[in-house]
């Protein structure tokens, strides 16, 4: 990887209160005008990063992922480098979300170049080749004032925050007061995971549904970004395939001396979580889009109610299940992956013409995109991006 000419700026001597506690109440620290500076999912969106499909394969069978082809699950998945013709689909309607957010006055950013196909060996673990950078969501996470990178849960995923990187450098290079930190890389050893867990029938599933076990065992810390979801100074994080209680725990310990406070949420009828943007999605300060098939756990909707928050149900998605396109992993709830601009402006995929019709009788300016072939690739206007800099300030919602 080229790094070349982002060590360029000044390398001043570091003030000496780095990233914690003081800084944010900090009245000298207009920290809001920082590079980096992103408390929740909605405010202004200044400055964002738009995935790409560039070189992007097929994601391996290993043992945290067994994908299956949509409708056919008995025909081998493919293995290797996708059709040029599925990387073109999807960078021309990247593109196109980023001309969007370019015409809102955001300036937009994309990952630099990675070869997907190249395989990965560690110590611990072997694996065919990588995935993509479509989904900077899931690997890449501004706390605040902070770059965090995710530990992540699978093999082929392990190296996905290097097309991150020249832009991590140029950002922490732009100010003292911007934070980067990667969470520790689990071993994503054999032991690591729960195999057997792919092969549970719907009666275990259900039975276990409230213990929250997933294909990962709970000794070593495990999250992917994209099981975050910020609300100034609550984050909440999804216990899920890709995010385990001591990756709930790592940012229990990371976040809350910098004074936020971090909660665990599940969705016990979802048995296969992972990633909690198309399952419970806040779109402004006392609204959350909630999915009617995988209602919180009870108990935890507790502070939202106290706090006279509305958490309301989006309509069923335009395809079904068996509908979206036969290589993606994810569900038909990608349509509830919207793109906050703002508390009044949100981004809708093109063709999700209810969801359209709700958000409108919300209040909200109603922007789209045609995004059905960014699906393949597990994700929708959310996952596809990484905001960096939303204009505003931590703001306590939930007292
Ligand atoms: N597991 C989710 C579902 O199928 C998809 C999550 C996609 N989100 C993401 N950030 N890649 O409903």
Redesign the pocket.
Same mark, same amino acid.
């Given at each position: 990887m080229d790094l070349a000419g982002v060590h360029g700026t000044s390398l001043e001597p570091l003030p000496l209160q780095m990233g914690d506690r003081a800084m944010p109440h900090d009245p000298a620290t207009p920290q809001d005008s920082l590079a980096v500076n992103s408390w929740n999912e909605w405010d202004p969106l200044e400055e964002m990063i738009v995935g790409s499909a560039d070189n992007a394969s097929f994601e391996p069978t290993e043992p945290g992922s067994r994908p299956a082809i949509r409708n056919r699950p008995e025909t081998p998945f493919p293995t290797g480098p996708k059709s040029q013709e599925a990387v073109d689909l999807a960078n021309e309607e990247l593109a196109g979300l980023a001309d969007l957010l370019r015409s809102q006055g955001v300036t937009v950013r994309r990952p630099g170049p990675h070869d997907f196909s190249a395989p990965v060996r560690t110590p611990d673990f072997e694996v065919e080749n990588q995935y993509c950078a479509v989904?900077p969501?899931?690997v890449m996470i501004t706390m605040g004032n902070e770059i965090i990178e995710a530990t992540m849960s699978r093999r082929a995923r392990y190296f996905e925050y290097q097309p991150y990187r020249k832009l991590v450098y140029e950002y922490w290079n732009s100010d003292p007061r911007v934070g980067w930190t990667t969470a520790p890389k689990p071993s994503m050893a054999d032991g690591m995971y729960r195999e057997e867990f792919w092969d549970w029938p719907l009666e275990k599933r259900h039975e276990r549904m409230h213990s929250f076990e997933f294909c990962v065992h709970q000794d070593e810390v495990v999250f992917?970004a994209?099981d975050i979801s910020r609300l100034g100074r609550d984050i909440l994080v999804q216990e +899920?395939m890709t995010t385990n209680r001591a990756g709930v725990h790592w940012l229990k310990r990371h976040l809350e001396p910098r004074g936020f406070r971090v909660h665990a949420v599940h969705f016990p009828l979802?048995f296969?979580?992972?990633?909690?943007?198309?399952?419970f999605v806040p779109v402004r300060p006392g609204l959350i889009l909630t999915?009617p098939d995988?209602p919180l756990r009870e108990g935890e909707e507790a502070m939202f109610l106290r706090n006279d928050w509305e958490l309301v149900d989006v309509p069923e998605p335009v395809l079904g299940n068996h509908e979206m396109p036969q290589y993606c992993? +994810? +569900?038909?709830?990608?349509s509830m992956?919207v793109l906050s601009i703002s508390p009044t402006k949100v981004v809708v995929e093109e063709q999700e013409k209810p969801l359209q019709d709700l958000m409108a009788k919300l209040d909200f300016e109603v922007f789209t995109v045609p995004f059905r072939n960014v699906f393949e690739y597990?994700? +929708?206007l959310?996952?596809?991006t990484w905001d960096v800099r939303r204009r505003g300030t931590r703001e306590d919602y939930f007292p």
């Open positions: 989904c969501r899931d992917d994209a +899920s979802d296969f979580p992972s990633h909690i943007d198309c399952t999915n995988r992993q +994810s +569900s038909k709830w990608l992956n597990g994700g +929708s959310h996952c596809a």
